[in-house]
Every structure is written in C-alpha cells, then in structure tokens.
C-alpha cells in the first residue's frame, strides 16, 4: 500500500541573489513498512524534500509546484490548523542531530510527552506511563530514572533513541529519519538502525530515511531515491540501484564510499635497514578528571603505542573511548595524570613552555567551522600561526599562504572568502592549511572526516595520503569510523573505556583480530548486503 506518493515536487527559495531551486520535478513513494531512502550529498535537496513533507519550509521557502499526498490527503497548501493534526500523530520526524534537536533544560520525558500534550493528553498519570512504555520500547533501561535526566547526562546514542520514541509517541503512520546516525560511533549506529527495523515491523510505519551514506542505504532500504542538485538522477530496489547503478553520479557515490570500495592506496613501505627510533612514543598514559564530591574519571588508563615517521596511526573506538583525549595530550593541550609521551627528541609530559612545541605538533578538529573565526578571512586563518611565531614579513606570509592554498587544492581567490562562503569540505581543507602551514613533523586528526558526504570525504583522505607522500608527515588519526581506518592506518590502537584492548599493523587487526569488541566494531561496518553480492557475482 503506498503511504506516500510525491509528484512533480518543485521548492524554490528566496534570496539575496534571486530565487534559488531546491527541488526540481522530484517524485517517490514510500510504501507502509517499508523503507524509501533519499541518498545524496548535502546541497542535493534531500532536507527540503523532507521539510515540504511535514510543513516546515523556512520562512523563504516555498512549495512552487507538485503533490504531496499522505494516504489520498494533499499536503501542498494546507492550511495552519490542518496540519495540527498530521505532524506527530501522522507524520513523526527523527532530526540529525540529538545534541541539538532536545531543549537541554527540559527532563527527557517531558520532551518525550511534548507531542501528547500538543494533541490533546491532559491525563499526568496516563502521559507518564505512555512515556515510561516508548522509553522501554526503543531499549533504554530504567525509563523512570531516564525521563528524569536532562540530555547532557545520556550518551549520543541514547539521545537518538530519546528522539526515536518521541517521534513514535502518537504512532504515526510515516517517520522521516533525517540524518538520524550520521553522528552516531558505528556500533552505536548499528543499534539505533536495528531498533528502527524493529519498531518499523511491528507497527507497519513507513519510513522515509535521509542519508549520504550508501553503505546504510543498501543495508536498511526497500527502495532508493538518488539526489543531485535538486533533481532525481536514479531511482529503484536498492539492492538493484546499488549493485549494478545506471547513473554516473551513482557510481561515483559508490565508488567513493570507504565500507564498499578501496579510494585511497596505502603505499607498502618497506622494512628500514636497521631499528630507528619512532616519531611518537607514548607508554603508560593515564587521564584522570577530577569530580568534587565523587573519584576521578579515568578517561585513559594505561595506553602504550608508537607511531613509525611517514605513517599513520589510527585511534578507534566509540564515543567517550578517550580517542580526543589521548590526542590532546599527545599535542600538549593537556597534561596527563601519569605516563610518558615523546614526539621526536622532546619529551612532551616535562615541557614547561609548549609554544616552540606546537610548531612540530599540530591538531586538526572534526568541526572545521566551529574552530575557523568567522570573522576572518581564509588567509587571514592561514596565515594565524605565521603571525603568532613571527615567521616571515606579510608578504612572505602572503607568499606562504598561497603556497598552502594550492598544496590543499584551492584556487587562490578563497584567500579572500570568509568560512561561511565554503563548502564543509572546502572549510576542512582550510584547517587542514593551517596546520600544515608550519611544517609540523606530526598531525593529529581528530574526527577530521567524520561529518563530510562520502564524496567530499574521499577528496579529503586522498588529499591527506598525498600530503604525507609528499611533505613526509606522520598522523596520528582518531576516527569511530573502522572503514576511513583501514583505507588510511597503517597500524591501529583499538580503545574500550580508556583502555587499549588491542594494537598492531591496519591489515592484521581487520583480518584476524583478537578481541571481541574490535570483532563487533568490524561487524558493524554498514555495507554487508553489497560486499556480499560483489563477493558473489565478482
């Protein structure tokens, strides 16, 4: 029975520079329990399609042509008070991002019971036990304990399981799931699908699912829907799109997906001649936090590694493993409770002045626009640590910057863009400049490719794997993602609560490894369903 149907879908925007379409012609269907994906990158006009669905276009948006019809009810142009009663009782809606999408002062379970009370609940007594019963059924343990807690004490994946039952409260018989694991560690996001499935059989729900990620796409999906600038470019059963695509843009997002094909070679390096000393040297490291009241957190507990020069050593685990941590340490933005940590000849745990030190150790973030100054323009960014070390006068610095700017793959002419004038990918490639810019021996990349579309994402791991050829640098690279890991490590330290539960050469922990838990990180690698046909058919 189709749920869905959208035909002819056209959204156009208001702005600055004249009006700008989203959406162009855009037509799909989602069928009751089953699941229609919408894959694309960002900009493709996935999120508009989703936002015309449930009326919630910004406020210069609008809906220039088309149908939207949910089960026979045309959703264009209904009135204010009409759609009172489709969102949450007919249409439920899973944002991107938990962080954000929960109001951080208000207890879980009144963000939970929000959509009852919105349709009419006026019973205490029956809204907390409606919200107790969707807390325990998408698998959170304790419901009582859970609904009084605020969001910033639940970890990611349970603020998306939060998420999940309040679009669930009034059972509707469509859910959009924007985004809904993008953010999530691999494992976590494995759990978070599987309850999705779960809750989609026993209940008939439709699901349309918004991703970039094909590799989830072929997982999860009945049916896929290929966006590119507002336009459908393929459509069909997924397991037939994404195992023979008819579409170039198809096959390139295939092509550029890490959990289903090779898009970066590592070069085979040979043995030295004889021992030589590591770039990094980390023994015994240990984190605590101090809590008033309570024992310290231990955030890293006895984590030991080496990293060779020239190569990369990856750090894997999910979120709160202490990944970011033992990468703050190891560039001496903290300093450890215990442990030693020793980057070429300097020992970094007894520097008393760390400034000379950053010029050889540099950390890029996972969140380029939060750590670029808005205000500035990208050479002014690259050009900071130039400034800060008084290296060079402006037009030696100005010399250097383009330099940088070309090394990373942008035209001279962003030196005078601001970071909101880039892509996420091109912002990415700003800091990855700036870091570079003073010639360190050592990058830490922390979640660096994490939050890029797959195409974008492939850009920036094969950019990074020629800067190492070329400029001879060695990374330390901190990802939950164990399909960028094995495209980009050479050896790899896999992390459980602080802890190192296994380490050793990239090829050697993903095809023998030792411990369970890096077993189910490598297990929750999405993309089985189209590894295991090209096994079969290749």
Do not use: C, F, M
């Given at each position: 029975m189709t749920l869905l149907a959208i035909r002819d879908l056209a959204v156009h925007y208001r702005t600055a520079r004249g009006p700008v379409t989203a959406v162009d012609g855009v037509s799909l269907e989602v069928e009751a329990g089953q699941v229609t994906a919408l894959v694309g990158e960002s900009g493709s006009g996935k999120s508009s399609v989703a936002q015309s669905i449930i009326?919630?276009?910004?406020?210069?948006?609008?809906?220039?042509?088309?149908?939207?019809?949910?089960?026979?009810?045309?959703?264009?142009?209904?009135?204010?008070?009409?759609?009172?009663?489709?969102?949450?009782?007919?249409?439920?809606?899973?944002?991107?991002?938990?962080?954000?999408?929960?109001?951080?002062?208000?207890?879980?379970?009144?963000?939970?019971?929000?959509?009852?009370?919105?349709?009419?609940?006026?019973?205490?007594?029956?809204?907390?036990?409606?919200?107790?019963?969707?807390?325990?059924?998408?698998?959170?343990?304790?419901?009582?304990?859970?609904?009084?807690?605020?969001?910033?004490?639940?970890s990611g994946g349970m603020r998306q399981r939060v998420l999940i039952a309040a679009a669930l409260a009034l059972e509707p018989e469509l859910i959009i799931a924007d985004e809904p694991t993008s953010a999530l560690d691999v494992t976590v996001q494995r759990r978070v699908l599987d309850l999705l499935d779960r809750l989609r059989t026993e209940t008939g729900t439709g699901v349309l699912f918004i991703t970039h990620d094909l590799a989830v796409a072929a997982d999860r999906a009945d049916t896929v829907v290929v966006m590119r600038d507002g336009a459908v470019r393929e459509r069909g059963d997924a397991a037939e799109v994404l195992s023979a695509p008819a579409d170039d843009y198809t096959r390139t997002l295939l092509a550029d997906a890490p959990s289903l094909t090779k898009i970066v070679e590592r070069p085979q390096r040979p043995e030295p001649p004889a021992p030589v000393a590591p770039l990094v040297d980390v023994s015994g490291l240990r984190q605590e936090f101090r809590r008033p009241g309570r024992s310290p957190l231990v955030a890293v507990d006895d984590v030991s590694f080496t990293v060779a020069r020239g190569t990369t050593h990856a750090l894997v685990g999910e979120s709160g493993s202490g990944k970011t941590t033992i990468g703050r340490v190891i560039t001496g933005f903290q300093r450890p409770t215990a442990g030693g940590i020793r980057i070429g000849d300097t020992e970094v745990v007894g520097l008393r002045s760390r400034r000379a030190f950053h010029r050889s150790a540099q950390l890029v973030y996972q969140n380029p626009y939060a750590s670029l100054d808005p205000r500035q323009t990208v050479a002014k960014i690259i050009a900071e640590p130039l400034r800060n070390f008084r290296i060079g006068d402006r037009a030696e610095q100005s010399e250097r910057v383009e330099r940088y700017l070309d090394l990373v793959s942008l035209a001279p002419e962003y030196g005078a863009r601001r970071p909101h004038e880039l892509s996420g990918g091109q912002r990415q490639r700003v800091a990855i400049a700036r870091a570079l810019i003073l010639e360190p021996e050592l990058v830490v990349l922390d979640e660096a490719v994490s939050a890029l579309d797959v195409t974008v994402q492939a850009q920036i791991l094969r950019l990074l794997a020629r800067l190492q050829e070329e400029l001879s640098l060695t990374y330390v690279f901190i990802s939950h993602d164990l399909a960028v890991v094995r495209q980009i490590a050479d050896t790899v330290s896999v992390l459980q609560r602080g802890r190192q539960v296994e380490h050793g050469a990239t090829d050697r922990i993903f095809e023998a490894p030792e411990h369970d838990y890096t077993r189910q990180l490598i297990a929750a690698i999405p993309g089985t369903k189209i590894r295991e046909t090209t096994r079969r058919t290749g």
């Open positions: 009326g919630l276009l910004p406020s210069n948006g609008r809906i220039a042509g088309g149908s939207i019809a949910l089960q026979g009810t045309e959703l264009v142009g209904l009135p204010d008070r009409r759609w009172r009663s489709i969102r949450g009782a007919r249409i439920g809606l899973i944002p991107q991002d938990p962080g954000n999408s929960l109001n951080p002062v208000a207890r879980i379970g009144d963000s939970v019971a929000e959509a009852l009370r919105i349709h009419g609940w006026r019973d205490r007594t029956k809204i907390n036990t409606k919200v107790y019963e969707l807390l325990e059924r998408v698998d959170l343990d304790d419901p009582k304990t859970r609904a009084r807690q605020y969001p910033h004490e639940l």
